[in-house]
């Protein structure tokens, strides 16, 4: 016999909502205001949905929060609260949206939704403020970045991912990386041509450069112009020597402004950074030995503390 969903008693109906397949949900939600809030405030636990961008397409990927249990005499760990881990991808255009489940492919319309309302939707009824990963590749037109700019004000990670061109690469970061908490640019497009430090200057929070295959180009004029507040550089080629220079230099920059904040840069395993070499003809102090962090101060009380090991050096501007 048909069971009337919305006149179940409330603990009943959250059951219910929490039992539904992740597209059961969503779909739940699209029936009306009411349904929508009721979707929304069961709270339905998912990973961090994971967006990409093909052509003239957001992808949203979602699937259920995965809860491994800490019990090793199992011989399979339980995930979730009794419910199967199920992973479904949207296809979101205007108008509608394909929703890719199982071995499926199901088209929902809704005429008076643009892009921009089903991305509103998807992260109300699951309690997100923004998007929380973005990823950019080559099936990614530079013509549609304006688009997204303007239907994604806010994500909280931006990931320009291999395979990438430089120029979809490049336009991506500088289009793109302002509306972003923190940014993984995970390919070296750098050379004489197109050096690094009009990336650089650009007002940012975090942004990690990412590539273990080609090494990053640092130069000591790079570190002076940067103007991101938390700054990571993963593989770099740069000097003891400039390293020394660059903290000389913030020495002697009595009363000017320096935006970063945290600068770590990871040089290639075979290149050690000589401790000595960094801080030569600088006065510091020991922090804690056992922590290879060194402190520095300059004539108007700014401080800046230096960890250096094998092949890391940080700068943190205090």
């Known amino acids: 016999m048909p069971i009337r969903l919305l006149s179940l008693p409330s603990k009943d109906l959250q059951y219910a909502i929490n039992s539904m397949d992740l ?11 009411r349904t929508k809030n ?3 405030d069961s709270k339905r636990r998912i990973e961090p949905i994971h967006a990409e961008v093909y052509g003239n397409r957001i992808r949203f990927n979602i699937s259920d929060f995965q809860e491994l249990q800490n019990d090793w005499d199992q011989d399979d760990l339980d995930l979730g609260d009794g419910v199967d881990n199920e992973f479904i991808s949207l296809d979101l255009f205007d108008s509608l949206i394909n929703i890719h489940r199982a071995n499926e492919i199901e088209v929902w319309r809704r005429p008076e939704f643009a892009q921009c309302d089903w991305i509103v939707h998807l992260l109300s ?7 929380p990963r ?22 909280n990670s931006l990931e320009i991912i291999r395979p990438c061109s430089n120029d979809v690469a490049r336009k991506a970061f500088l289009k793109l990386a302002p509306i972003a908490e923190e940014v993984n ?19 940012l929070n975090s942004v990690n450069f990412i590539d273990f295959e080609s090494p990053f180009k640092l130069e000591l004029s790079d570190l002076l112009v940067s103007n991101i507040d938390h700054l990571s550089i993963r593989i770099v080629n740069i000097t ?35 401790k000595e070499e960094v801080l030569k003809g600088i006065q510091y102090e020991f922090v ?3 922590t290879h962090q060194y402190r520095i101060r ?12 094998a092949y890391i050096v940080d700068f943190e501007f205090e």
């Not at 973005?134 to 994500?155: A, F, G, V």
């Not at 750098?190 to 650089?200: H, Q």
């Open 23 to 33: 597209g059961d949900v969503i779909a739940l939600s699209l029936c009306s205001n």
């Open 38 to 40: 009721l979707v929304k």
């Open 185 to 203: 640019f995970e390919i070296n497009i750098f050379d004489n041509d197109n050096d690094i430090s009009k990336f650089l200057t650009l007002n």
């Open 288 to 290: 804690e030995e056992s």
């Open 240 to 274: 003891d020597k400039e390293l020394n220079r660059f903290a000389k230099l913030w020495m002697k920059g009595s009363h000017k402004f320096y935006r970063p904040k945290l600068i770590t840069l990871v040089l290639k395993r075979e290149m050690d950074i000589n």
């Open 298 to 309: 300059r004539g108007d009380g700014k401080e800046l503390s230096i960890r250096i090991f």
């Open 125 to 131: 009824i699951f309690n997100e403020s923004m998007i």
């Open 134 to 155: 973005l990823r950019i590749s080559d099936s990614c037109p530079i013509e549609y970045m304006n688009t997204i700019k303007q239907i994604i004000p806010k994500c």
